[in-house]
DNA sequence: TTCATGATCCAAAACGTTTTGGAAAGTGTA
DNA sequence: TACACTTTCCAAAACGTTTTGGATCATGAA
């Protein structure tokens, strides 16, 4: 059903009806009346493609998800995606999803996205140091949102838990409950964050005076198979640490669970810390000590602040640290 | 960078570089590479929101993703999704989401998707026994795909495990193992696959001579609380099954807990059997015996059918139920 | 020479919308 | 009456693509 039919149906012209439902003054209340009724009785809804050809302007936005995450990292994800998506579309705009393997095809994949015109701006998550995406979105002058930030010559718009201030926070707990051998698994270190939740753990460290122990630290995929091998190799050490303080909640239940099966008992004999606080954290056992992240929140804004960007706001207004609060549950207690 | 931007750089008339991109025949060999490299070198990209007007199809598909779901269901809605994500891609189709939340809102985003031409089909999840959504599409011609079944008048395009044969079987295993009392905490009976999953379990109760006993259903949310609810009940009777058959892995973990809670040793006082194994299934402790279900696969299945329904091909051969083999972990046992 | 044939090319219409720049008719004022 | 203004409407262009239905020209056959 289209605005030449509803027209032809109320001999008026096709200006007229269109002006009418997009409530232009230039129209009698009469005759808007009509039309509205009309429009309503055949069922009419504006063709999108239409309006956006016209408009110059897809009124989408993009994102694309990673196709091969771990599983354990998955609930991250949805999460992010559902708060974007909700608030999109309430705002009306479409959200445009694709799933690609990483690496080269991914870019392709925003390239096809926004050059094909599909979507007006992308959202990004998990951000590099050194991100192409980014160093490409900007060459292109695309309007994007990231969720997380990255080392880039001019600033970008961003959301992102403060995860150096958290981790220094929950750091310098353990150290308090007497932990002195605390050890770090980190992501990698291609991460941006990565880089983040190692600076909060050493300066907790040095705040401390204990000095940096490389055999203490550890890099690994974001997801549970990592927590297992890099706990492994931790707690076989001549010296075990105290305390595990992990990138990742996925992590943090992969050590849980290599603490469970080498007998030690956490969190009497080993402390674990987790970041994110995904729902199953809660529901562990023992339930993990985590630094808590509103996922779904954080996409709201990621939503607010990519219309925010088509919008015309700057770049500058649009960059937020979030709180990430340490919620102390029974994987973390005071040192053996 | 248009197509009449490339068009006036080569002196060719629109239609030649249009046509000389899209391999027509009636253009010569040495415009065609002259035009692709000029295509090539200013970065010229289809505008889809054109290419869609012009072709009355959008080349995309659009998907609902209820915002509210519990948080435990969500490992199989980004699996399925990532799966449709990937394959659509592969077929140059775009994913158009939507999270809205559940009721009225989600038929109207259906309606926006469908009527306003941003996608050609949609494909639906968790379907109902009475599916207003799918009355809806059916009564539009709307084509769409289902991961489920449902009671309609007429056939659907659909694919769905076949949850009451893997009942059945699993059922039957219990019985086999020595158990009498076995429980089922059931889905929503408004969703198709409850009664399946019932039907399954009645099947192999009535196969051994042995009558459904109402005090050992329960029907509950698809998620981890609704497990620990029915499971505290059903436990807390006076004459208690000895094996839990649940819906849904969610439901099985919330019941593992309930169990560890009461201090009921699992498996050797109580068998607890899941279904989807999720990934965290294998790493529950004790870990979960669960029917597996593909999800990813699924998924893929599901665009591609998609994709062959848009095709034109018939219903009839767009339905498939797959198998959900029993994986045996360390949560069932035999009967005490 | 004439005519059909093929090989290349192109103008224009169409998809459904929004917007521009009036036109027509009515109303009040001088 | 003549004029300006307001109200209400509309034709046509534009967005970027695909497709239809030729047009043009060279080639070879009759």
Redesign the interface.
């Known amino acids: 059903m289209t605005l030449k039919r509803v027209a032809e149906d109320l001999n008026l012209s096709i200006t007229t009806v269109s002006r009418a439902l997009n409530g232009y003054p230039d129209v009698s209340e009469s005759t808007r009346e009509k039309v509205r009724e009309a429009a309503q009785r055949v ?1 009419y ?6 309006q ?2 016209q408009r110059g302007t ?1 009124e ?1 936005v993009g994102i694309i ?1 990673p ?1 091969q995450f771990g ?2 990292e ?2 991250f ?3 992010l ?2 708060g ?3 608030r ?2 309430n705002a009306n705009l ?8 990483e690496g080269p095809a991914e870019l392709d ?1 925003y ?2 996205l926004v ?4 979507a007006d701006a992308v959202i990004i998550a998990r951000t590099r140091r050194h991100d192409e995406r980014i160093d490409y979105l900007i060459g292109r002058g695309i309007p994007f949102v990231a969720h997380g930030r990255a080392e880039t010559a001019t600033p970008i718009a961003f959301i992102d838990a403060d995860a150096r201030t958290a981790f220094r926070r929950s750091t310098r707990r353990l150290i308090e409950l007497g932990h002195r051998h605390i050890a770090l698994i980190g992501a990698p270190e291609e991460l941006f964050t990565a880089g983040e939740r190692r600076a909060g753990y050493e300066d907790a460290l040095q705040e401390a005076g204990i000095a940096f122990d490389p055999d203490l630290y550890a890099v690994t995929k974001l997801n ?1 198979r990592g927590g297992t091998t890099a706990a492994e190799r931790l707690l076989g050490a001549a010296r075990p640490p105290t305390a595990l303080l992990c990138a990742n909640d996925s992590i943090a ?1 992969g050590a849980l ?1 290599i603490a ?1 099966r080498l007998g030690i008992a956490v969190p009497e004999e080993l402390s674990i810390v987790g970041f994110d606080d995904l ?2 954290a809660a ?1 562990a ?1 023992p339930a993990l000590t985590t630094m808590r992240q509103d996922i779904r929140g954080a996409g709201a804004r990621l939503a607010d602040m990519v219309c925010a960007r088509l919008g015309g706001a700057a770049i500058a207004d649009l960059q937020e640290l979030l709180e990430a609060p340490l919620i102390e549950r029974e994987s973390s207690g005071p040192a053996p």
């Not at 479409?94 to 393997?101: E, G, I, N, S, Y």
Request: hydrophobic residues 45%.
């Open positions: 069922g809804v504006p063709n999108r493609l239409a956006a050809l897809a989408a998800l196709s599983h354990f998955d609930p994800f949805l999460e995606l559902v974007v998506g909700e999109l579309h479409d959200l445009v999803v694709c799933a690609v393997p994949a390239k096809r050059e094909g015109r599909r549970e239940l669970r469970r729902p199953m529901q056992e």
